[in-house]
Nanobody, 124 residues
């Protein structure tokens, strides 16, 4: 059974930084794309960022480009999201996500696994 354990969320001031981590276990993750979705209650799920297995390709939502950086440690089956210059609109629950089909761009509504989520709150 796949387990995705997120950590690093919390309360941060506007303009601050946070680093999210997601440790994956339970199945082989080579060849997968891993990344993050986020969701605010009552709103649609949004794609944030993703990275392919070898790190050769990264994907970012336009709203986070230049502020967020995704990275991956293959040996540890861990993906990271470094978030900087955080804005109020970044407040959401962030979900670690796995796509086994890396031939396509990651789709926020077609994925294979996602975690329990970690809350990120940006305050004034």
């Amino acid at each position: 059974q796949v387990q995705l354990v997120e950590s690093g969320g919390g309360l941060v001031q506007h303009g601050g930084s946070l680093r999210l981590s997601c440790a994956a276990s339970g199945r082989a993750f080579s060849g997968t794309t891993m990344g993050w979705l986020r969701q605010v209650p009552g709103k649609e799920r949004d794609f944030v960022a993703a990275i392919t297995s070898g790190g050769g390709s990264t994907y970012y939502a336009d709203s986070v480009k230049g502020r967020f950086t995704i990275s991956r440690d293959k040996a540890k089956n861990t993906v990271y999201l470094q978030m900087s210059s955080l804005k109020f609109e970044d407040t959401a629950v962030y979900y670690c996500t796995v796509w086994y089909d890396s031939s396509r761009a990651p789709d926020p509504y077609r994925f294979d696994y996602w975690g329990q989520g970690t809350q990120v709150t940006v305050s004034s």
